[in-house]
T-cell receptor, first 112, second 114 residues
Framework: SQQGEEDPQALSIQEGENATMNCSYK?????LQWYRQNSGRGLVHLIL?????REKHSGRLRVTLDTSKKSSSLLITASRAADTASYFC????????????FGKGTRLHILP | DVKVTQSSRYLVKRTGEKVFLECVQD?????MFWYRQDPGLGLRLIYF???????EKGDIPEGYSVSREKKERFSLILESASTNQTSMYLC?????????????FGPGTRLTVL
């Protein structure tokens, strides 16, 4: 399976601090995506990084990808209360028929 | 504003009832997906569809069926609901595979089977 596994399962930090979440996967991928889910809602796409990219930025988000270690990290800088959510990585395999597979997520709680 | 909508946010059904969950997307996406989400298990793919009248089993299709008669609509059917199908159900859509395809999700339907 190429399922991503997020680490840690849960994270609590003070507002204004940076939050880092990690994702590891097992097989070669075409791309890796990060999604956010607010409590009781659907998932929202945050950022996609291709297998030939090493780092990508979007606003306060920074994603890195290390294909040799089969791992990715999501950094949220200057966290806000509104960042409280679950964050999922999702991997898409190399084959055309490969489906996107989601990990189990990291629950992030921003403390006021 | 692109959108995926699901017919109900909350649903309560009795064991043995036939349950229909509807999903509609307005983005002309080829792919549509049904997931269930349970604590500690993440998202698990039930069924997906690449085109009208096409369907493929996901990881946990048992106890479910699907219908895609129109491109914009993908229905999940529980033929005879059971208590272990109590869950959050998420529908998603994306463009055709082969590119960098993000999935767009609906708000979810929380189904309780009594």
């Amino acid at each position: 399976s190429q399922q991503g596994e997020e680490d840690p399962q849960a994270l609590s930090i003070q507002e204004g601090e940076n939050a880092t979440m990690n994702c590891s996967y097992k097989t070669s991928i075409n791309n890796l995506q990060w999604y956010r889910q607010n409590s009781g809602r659907g998932l929202v796409h945050l950022i996609l990084i291709r297998s030939n990219e090493r780092e990508k930025h979007s606003g306060r988000l920074r994603v890195t990808l290390d294909t040799s270690k089969k791992s990715s990290s999501l950094l949220i800088t200057a966290s806000r209360a509104a960042d409280t959510a679950s964050y999922f990585c999702a991997t898409e395999g190399m084959n055309r028929d490969d489906k996107i597979i989601f990990g189990k997520g990291t629950r992030l709680h921003i403390l006021p | 504003d692109v959108k995926v909508t699901q017919s109900s946010r909350y649903l309560v059904k009795r064991t043995g009832e036939k349950v229909f969950l509807e999903c509609v997307q307005d983005m002309d996406h080829e792919n549509m997906f049904w997931y269930r989400q349970d604590p500690g298990l993440g998202l698990r793919l039930i069924y997906f569809s690449y085109d009208v009248k096409m369907k493929e089993k996901g990881d946990i299709p048992e106890g479910y069926s699907v219908s895609r008669e129109k491109k914009e609509r993908f229905s999940l059917i529980l033929e005879s609901a059971s208590t272990n199908q109590t869950s959050m159900y998420l529908c998603a859509s994306s463009h055709l595979a082969g590119g960098d395809n993000e999935q767009f999700f609906g708000p979810g339907t929380r189904l309780t089977v009594l």
